[in-house]
């Protein structure tokens, strides 16, 4: 009868064993993931306020860094944000865009949606903007280099048939032309500098406000001030590389008229009735 309720006893606690048993791994392995997840979200926290820091010492390429292993460990989509936010000081305008549009994806009903939205309108068309500039200057260098190869084309033709015994140079054009292009090139020169400083004063102003309103007007005024710089700057560096090739075609005796209009001194004899004199004869 002992040796009968021992057996029993035994499976009894065979079968309870084998009925606890998953219940008490699936509850060690849930506290195994909640502790793990606590110490990403830990790690994640850390990272996020050295992310912080960086930002606000205006060390953005370590803050974008740091923003993105946060984001990493926690994929909390509030992170995609501030990785847009400082994309967009870095001014890697294609590389905000995609980063505010995933932020959207992330977290639909996000609070700030209508001023993200509106932001990713501005980049937009300022990238438009950049990359219409961008192929206005392609096919503006390449008239340019046309131009001057006409040109070049046309000195040496010039050049093959010019007396340079009575014409001193290749000279095909007056002076004139060259001193005009030149000063137009100064002018662009320095309006793409006063326009560069103002950029740099515009984007001062935009880093230091905390007005998103205030800083949205300092962005969008220092893109369109950068726009302009970079058109002056292009319009004289254009400029400047036709008065080189002028320089070079321009008739430089038109000056002074040219070798017969110049000032000369030569030797003369005269003969008289005492003998003859050695004296010297000029013409201006």
């Known amino acids: 009868m002992r040796r009968t309720i021992a057996v029993w006893c035994v499976l009894g606690c065979c079968v309870w064993g084998c009925l606890a048993?998953?219940?008490?791994i699936a509850l060690a392995q849930e506290q195994d993931q909640a502790q793990d997840q606590s110490q990403l979200d830990e790690a994640a926290r850390l990272t996020f306020e050295s992310a912080r820091q960086a930002f606000v010492a205006g060390d953005y390429?370590?803050?974008?860094?740091?923003?993105?292993?946060?984001?990493?460990?926690?994929?909390?989509?509030?992170?995609?944000?501030?990785?847009?936010?400082?994309?967009?000081?870095?001014?890697?305008?294609?590389?905000?865009?995609?980063?505010?549009?995933?932020?959207?994806?992330?977290?639909?009903?996000?609070?700030n949606r209508p001023e993200v939205e509106a932001?990713?309108?501005?980049?937009?068309?300022?990238?438009?903007?950049?990359?219409?500039?961008?192929?206005?200057?392609?096919?503006e260098q390449q008239v340019q280099q046309a131009?001057?190869?006409?040109?070049?084309?046309?000195?040496?033709?010039?050049?093959?048939t010019t007396d340079t015994d009575a014409g001193g140079g290749i000279g095909i054009l007056h002076p004139a032309i060259f001193i005009s292009v030149g000063g137009l090139a100064l002018v662009a020169g320095g309006?793409?500098?006063?326009?560069?400083?103002?950029?740099?004063?515009?984007?001062d102003a935009y880093l230091m406000t905390n007005d998103a309103a205030a800083a949205q007007l300092a962005y969008d005024e220092a893109s369109s001030m950068q726009t302009l710089a970079n058109v002056f700057l292009f319009s004289a560096a254009g400029l400047g590389a036709a008065a080189v090739?002028?320089?070079?075609?321009?008739?430089?005796?038109?000056?002074?008229?040219?070798?017969?209009?110049?000032?000369?001194?030569?030797?003369?004899?005269?003969?008289?009735?005492?003998?003859?004199?050695?004296?010297?004869?000029g013409s201006f």
């Open 21 to 24: 048993l998953p219940g008490g």
């Open 61 to 111: 390429e370590a803050a974008l860094a740091r923003f993105r292993q946060a984001y990493q460990l926690s994929a909390r989509p509030g992170l995609l944000y501030n990785i847009a936010q400082t994309l967009d000081r870095l001014r890697r305008d294609e590389e905000t865009v995609a980063a505010l549009r995933e932020y959207l994806e992330a977290l639909p009903n996000a609070p």
């Open 119 to 139: 932001r990713i309108r501005v980049l937009e068309t300022a990238i438009a903007e950049r990359e219409a500039e961008t192929a206005a200057q392609l096919a």
């Open 147 to 160: 131009q001057t190869q006409q040109e070049q084309q046309a000195a040496s033709g010039a050049a093959a």
């Open 191 to 203: 309006l793409a500098i006063f326009a560069g400083l103002e950029t740099l004063s515009l984007n």
């Open 245 to 281: 090739v002028l320089a070079v075609l321009t008739d430089w005796d038109a000056f002074g008229g040219g070798e017969s209009d110049r000032a000369s001194l030569r030797p003369l004899f005269m003969a008289g009735p005492n003998g003859g004199q050695l004296g010297l004869g």
